[in-house]
């Protein structure tokens, strides 16, 4: 199975900041990458897939990079409404594996 | 507008059974692989299970197999979790979420809460 590790667990910014969420998985898995946001009591929203792909409707200010077994999440300019808990997940395959996640907080 | 709705969740005892249900809609729901995550209390999502658009095909984590069974109805367009022999540790959260045409999870429920709890 692929395990994947976020780092940081915890980030603490400000608005305006430009932050980098890093996953890294334990074997290569191509470019089979996808970034979640979650707010408390709320589902997971898809932000990016295929490690660097825009879902729709998600603000150009968030982007993916990287493949093989690393991969990043930047976010630009952090504006008040992205303070979340973001996760990757692979899906090379079954199973499919998240990070623990990534708390990033108002600083 | 795609919804997935889950329902189903409750305080079971250990050893107990449960069935979750998510009904789906604004989509055709046949055509598209779907999964179970989880996520207990203050920590992370977990992958739980899968099954493919006609049901032909399941997959399960190493922690439910044997335990848990997924399903789906494609006339009634809903997903089930059939959940047996109930532990502490599945306490969770329990969401439905699509795979969508690009492979990757793209739309989710908001969860149906199980607890197991003497």
């Known amino acids: 199975d692929i395990q994947m590790t976020q780092s940081p667990s915890t980030l603490s910014a400000s608005v305006g900041d430009r932050v980098t969420i890093t996953c890294r998985a334990s074997?290569?898995?191509?470019?089979?990458l996808a970034w979640y946001q979650q707010k408390p009591g709320k589902a997971p929203k898809l932000l990016i897939y295929?490690?660097?792909t825009l879902q729709s409707g998600v603000p150009s200010r968030f982007s993916g990079s990287g493949s093989g077994t690393e991969f990043t999440l930047t976010i630009s300019s952090l504006q008040p409404d992205d303070f979340a808990t973001y996760y990757c997940q692979h899906y090379n395959s079954y199973p499919y594996t998240f990070g623990q996640g990534t708390k990033l907080e108002i600083k | 507008e795609v919804q997935l709705v889950e329902s189903g969740g409750a305080l079971v005892q250990p050893g107990g059974s449960l069935r979750l249900s998510c009904a789906a809609s604004g989509f055709t729901f046949r055509n598209h692989w779907m999964n179970w995550v989880r996520q207990a209390p203050g920590k992370g999502l977990v992958w739980v299970s899968r099954?493919?658009?006609?049901?032909?095909?399941?997959s399960y984590a190493d922690s439910v197999k044997g335990r848990f069974t997924i399903s789906r109805d494609n006339v009634r367009n809903t997903l089930y979790l059939q959940m047996n022999s109930l532990r502490p540790e599945d306490t969770a959260l329990y969401f439905c979420?699509?795979?969508?045409?690009?492979?990757?999870?793209?739309?989710w429920g908001q969860g149906t809460l199980v607890t197991v709890s003497s």
């Open positions: 979420a699509r795979v969508g045409s690009i492979a990757v999870i793209d739309y």
């Open positions: 099954i493919s658009s006609d049901g032909s095909a399941t």
């Open positions: 295929k490690a660097s």
């Open positions: 074997q290569s898995m191509s470019n089979w």
